[in-house]
């Protein structure tokens, strides 16, 4: 059974409006609640590529492998008394369409992670995920394709804590480099091989201290040509990478979770040219902020809450309102949800963004670049009062979401 989100069958030729879903479904295991600790720069755990392998030893993983991967006592992660990891996941050379699916042990579940929709394509996405009983987590492709994977943090048990407590804020933006709408810049398109600062402290909800990391959603758009963006706090830029770009002209997102430097900023660097636009939906307290258990994470089982193939394509213009933390749900009463959000079966180009409610804010979550497109990315944003969270897509889409952690 096809458990992904490529190609998974036909869907109904109706169109829906506005709609509200409340989950029915749960999670298999519901881990402890968990403070988070970011690395001081991302680092590489796996690269199945011959020319650079990390983490791996064998071949290019074929159509249905899995690959084990140990996090625990590795790149800064401690051996012991880690609940979750946060891994920017990225397959390429891609054998043919399917998706990846990441997940702690056990038996796979159906969810999926990234999709791949042609021979050869590189697509990366940020992963929360919790540590598997072995100190492992495992990585499933459906098509099969190279896998690499960088840490930007990890989780620890703590019933309550001063550090690595998740304060959402609304989405705001912090950056964008395009002429028309230039926020937190100057200049002209960032060229090939440029870094560009972006202010993160004192901006959009994110207090001037006291923060130890911020969550973003970066877009790359008009891109100049292919290449990668690497997001990092300050210092010698890392061998990592958060975005791919594969030609000219393309736009794609990916949700970043990152420390910032000294300065206040943090620092996206551009191998082959092209804008950026930059969105702030939280960060994380540091040791500085009073004990306490609101922000604390509860990583679980990846599940699936919506999948809106089973019924009706959201129109153009409309609004999923998910009530993934109402009274009667698995995540109930809690303040912010991890998910990964993918939009399928697009009708055109355009944007989808998440928020709480109720006025939905200039930023995007994801960005459809064609007509038919399946496109996924991470997405931790705050609840709204009724449990809920809203997803506006400019285009006609399928969504499907999956949760693998809740706030508190």
Not at 187 to 198: L, R
Not at 291 to 308: A, C, H, K, N, Q
């Amino acid at each position: 059974m096809d458990i992904g989100v490529h190609a998974n069958g036909a869907s109904s030729p109706a169109t829906i409006g506005d709609t509200t879903i409340t989950p029915t479904t749960a999670p298999a295991t519901i881990g402890v609640t968990s403070a988070f600790v970011p690395l001081d720069s991302p680092r590489r755990l796996l690269d199945t590529r011959a020319a650079s392998q990390t983490g791996y030893t064998g071949g290019k993983p074929a159509a249905g492998a899995t690959v084990a991967l140990q996090v625990l006592g590795r790149e800064g992660v401690p051996a012991l008394d880690v609940s979750a990891v946060v891994l920017n996941v990225t397959a390429t050379e891609a054998t043919a369409a399917g998706f990846v699916s990441v997940w702690p042990d056990g038996t796979r579940p159906t969810t999926s992670s990234l999709n791949l929709e042609a021979v050869d394509q590189t697509r990366p996405n940020l992963v929360t995920v919790p540590v598997g009983s072995d100190g492992s987590v495992r990585i499933y492709s459906q098509s099969g394709t190279h896998l690499v994977a960088d840490v930007f943090g990890y989780f620890v048990p703590a019933a309550s804590s001063k550090s690595g407590r998740l304060q959402t804020v609304t989405p705001g933006r912090l950056l964008d480099t395009r002429a028309e709408s230039l926020t937190g810049y100057s200049g002209s398109k960032p060229a090939p091989g440029a870094t560009i600062p972006v202010g993160v402290l004192g901006q959009k909800g994110v207090p001037a201290s006291g923060v130890s990391a911020v969550v973003l959603n970066v877009t790359a758009t008009e891109a100049t040509s292919a290449g990668y963006v690497t997001a990092w706090p300050e210092g010698s830029r890392p061998a990592t990478s958060n975005l791919n770009l594969e030609s000219a002209g393309q736009t794609i997102a990916n949700q970043v979770v990152i420390p910032v430097g000294s300065d206040g900023s943090i620092r996206l660097f551009t191998q082959s040219g092209g804008h950026f636009i930059a969105d702030v939906t939280g960060w994380y307290t540091d040791d500085s902020a009073s004990t306490d258990t609101t922000g604390l994470f509860i990583p679980v089982s990846p599940y699936r809450v919506v999948d809106s193939r089973s019924g009706g394509k959201f129109a153009a213009g409309a609004t999923l309102t998910l009530l993934a933390a109402a009274p009667g749900t698995a995540a109930a009463a809690k303040s912010g949800l991890a998910m990964n959000v993918t939009a399928t079966e697009a009708t055109a180009a355009g944007f989808v963004t998440v928020w709480p409610g109720p006025t939905r804010p200039t930023a995007s979550s994801l960005n459809v670049t064609a007509v038919g497109q399946t496109i996924s990315n991470h997405v931790i944003m705050a609840t709204a009062a009724d449990g809920g969270v809203r997803l506006f897509t400019q285009t006609g889409t399928h969504f499907v979401v999956d949760i693998s952690g809740w706030y508190l």
